[in-house]
């Protein structure tokens, strides 16, 4: 995830081109600006570069979500279903909007287990929300064939997994709408930013307005806009899109290091033969952010990470089982719904009932996986090394 790795003059340019003006907000001012509309040029660029009709950018990857829920129409007692495995920002969302998420079982993908998918449904299950962690996808076609036989939406989190594409279309615009995040760490970065990705007119058009405050946007006039609906403001600034304007143009590049990268790093690994990797369900649309393994058990696993931390080489190493943003076994803020003000009562019960679920075939997955994150700035040389302190390290723990 590095986009803030290849910092440099392209988005110092960009970012010039705002501060010349002045004019930091995406609306408006249209004599004052001069032509610079940093956020609508990031638009057109994110509708080419991905293939999809519509985008709404926003402040972050968790208000895309927000927004993508509300211009979906789930809201109060609509059940979402996410995996166990996901960022906090996935649940954050659905609880916003006053959804309850029903969080259940991932397979070997790291994602969505479509048969656990099927067994959460009930009558006031609204969409299912998979989330494409650590760069690659969830099993789309299995997930959009439930979704088809059981009338829900599919709402695409690809917000770790830009430029990722399952059987030729990117990941993001295959649901009836999907979500980037532009944040410091992601693939490309804003700083903080996200977008909503979609091919039905109507999701963009309530996406453009609740995004601000509801406006309707059709008269040059920000005043005297109408408000057809409830918003909120969940605008990128011009500088935000500034920055993404750079960093999409070098997309490609990113994409082409960090398969270089990955499959050389894989290479070494698989020499073990107690190594497994992910399945991935489109191999070639793998955008290789990360290399996620499996060990044989918890217990190398554990070993594993210990003998790196001792050797102080840990670092883009991670263990999300013991992780306290990624798994749902270290989320007690949620489970004993340590809300800041009173949700309502379906929400609590159902977030409540999470202390008791079971997770065992997750936790059977999850307690033996490293994801190791692939840097842009490795060289050969410097993947080898690495490559080959994790093999020994690997075998001093099996
Ligand atoms: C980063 C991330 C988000 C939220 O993005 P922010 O821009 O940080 O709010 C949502 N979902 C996943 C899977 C993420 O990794």
């Not at 998420?101 to 099927?118: G, Q, R």
């Given at each position: 995830?590095?986009?803030?790795e290849?910092?440099?003059e392209?988005?110092?340019k960009h970012v010039?081109?705002?501060l010349?003006?002045g004019?930091?907000m995406?609306?408006?001012?249209d ?9 609508k040029?990031?638009e057109?660029?994110?509708t ?12 972050s990857g968790t ?7 509300a211009a ?8 979402v279903i996410?995996?166990?495995f ?9 609880l916003s909007?006053?959804?309850?998420p029903v969080?259940?079982?991932?397979d070997?993908?790291?994602t969505l287990n ?5 067994n959460a449904?009930t009558?006031?299950?609204?969409c299912?929300?998979?989330v494409?962690?650590c760069?690659s996808m969830?099993n789309?076609d299995?997930l959009?064939?439930?979704?088809k ?13 830009i430029?990722?594409?399952y ?6 615009t295959i649901g009836?709408?999907g979500t ?5 760490v992601?693939t490309i970065t ?5 977008a ?20 309707d946007?059709?008269?040059i006039?920000?005043g005297?806009?109408?408000?057809p609906?409830l918003g909120?403001?969940f ?7 500034a920055?993404?304007l750079?960093?999409i143009?070098k997309?490609d590049?990113f994409?082409?290091?960090?398969r270089?990268n990955h499959?050389r790093?894989k290479?070494?690994?698989a020499?073990?033969?107690?190594v497994s990797?992910?399945e991935?369900p489109d191999?070639?649309g793998?955008s290789c952010?990360?290399?996620?393994w499996?060990?044989p058990?918890?217990n ?5 990470v210990?003998e ?6 840990l670092e883009?190493?991670?263990y999300w089982y013991?992780?306290n943003?990624?798994?749902?076994k270290?989320?007690q803020h949620?489970k004993?719904?340590k809300s800041?003000y009173n949700?309502h009562a379906e929400?609590k019960n159902a977030?409540?009932?999470l202390?008791?679920q ?9 307690s033996?996986?490293?994801s190791?994150?692939i840097?842009?700035l490795w060289?050969?040389?410097?993947i ?5 302190k994790?093999?020994a390290a690997i075998?001093?723990s099996?």
């Amino acid at each position: 995830m590095p986009g803030y790795e290849f910092w440099g003059e392209a988005e110092k340019k960009h970012v010039n081109d705002v501060l010349e003006t002045g004019i930091l907000m995406r609306y408006g001012f249209d004599g004052a600006r001069k032509g610079i509309w940093k956020s609508k040029e990031l638009e057109n660029a994110i509708t080419k570069t991905f293939g999809c009709k519509y985008v709404q950018l926003t402040s972050s990857g968790t208000a895309a979500l927000t927004t993508a829920m509300a211009a979906l129409g789930i809201g109060a007692g609509d059940e979402v279903i996410m995996p166990s495995f996901t960022f906090v920002a996935s649940f954050e969302a659905v609880l916003s909007t006053g959804a309850i998420p029903v969080l259940v079982d991932v397979d070997e993908t790291l994602t969505l287990n479509p048969t656990a998918v099927k067994n959460a449904i009930t009558p006031k299950t609204k969409c299912i929300m998979p989330v494409h962690m650590c760069g690659s996808m969830a099993n789309l076609d299995a997930l959009q064939t439930i979704c088809k036989e059981h009338n829900l939406l599919l709402l695409e989190d690809a917000c770790q997994s830009i430029g990722a594409t399952y059987k030729g279309k990117h990941l993001g615009t295959i649901g009836n709408a999907g979500t980037f995040s532009f944040d410091f760490v992601k693939t490309i970065t804003c700083a903080e930013g996200g977008a909503v990705l979609t091919n039905d007119e109507n999701v963009y058009t309530f996406c453009d307005g609740f995004t601000d405050h509801g406006h309707d946007h059709k008269g040059i006039d920000r005043g005297a806009d109408l408000h057809p609906f409830l918003g909120y403001n969940f605008r990128i600034s011009e500088l935000h899109a500034a920055v993404g304007l750079a960093q999409i143009e070098k997309l490609d590049t990113f994409l082409a290091i960090q398969r270089k990268n990955h499959a050389r790093l894989k290479n070494i690994l698989a020499q073990v033969p107690a190594v497994s990797f992910r399945e991935i369900p489109d191999p070639s649309g793998d955008s290789c952010t990360f290399l996620s393994w499996f060990l044989p058990t918890e217990n190398n696993t554990k070993a594993f990470v210990e003998e790196m931390k001792a050797q102080g080489i840990l670092e883009g190493n991670f263990y999300w089982y013991a992780n306290n943003w990624h798994y749902i076994k270290q989320w007690q803020h949620l489970k004993e719904v340590k809300s800041l003000y009173n949700l309502h009562a379906e929400q609590k019960n159902a977030l409540q009932k999470l202390q008791t679920q079971n997770f065992s075939a997750s936790d059977a997955i999850m307690s033996r996986c490293i994801s190791t994150s692939i840097s842009l700035l490795w060289t050969d040389e410097q993947i080898d090394e690495k490559g080959n302190k994790m093999v020994a390290a690997i075998k001093k723990s099996l």
